[in-house]
């Protein structure tokens, strides 16, 4: 049981992941986007926070935050 649930848990990661990938994609034809954009981070940088705060974040954060971390300023 704990197979299946972890296996639908990749695949929405998976998912969720495609879907900012194509969000990303669409804004950048939205000049106003370029400008407060945030690029996602690395498995690197990830990394380095987790170890800095002694936390391990869910699968479904780390995948959102290596697409899309954010944005420059409000």
């Known amino acids: ?39 996602g981070v690395t498995e690197e940088q990830l990394k380095q926070f987790e170890s800095k705060l002694n936390i391990t974040l869910p699968k479904e954060i780390r995948a959102v935050i290596k697409v899309h971390d954010g944005r420059k300023h409000i």
């Open 1 to 39: 049981m704990a197979s299946s649930n972890h296996s639908e848990d990749d695949d929405f990661v998976r998912r969720a992941s495609e879907y900012w990938e194509r969000l990303n994609e669409n804004l950048t034809h939205v000049p106003k986007f370029h400008s407060i954009h945030q690029a």
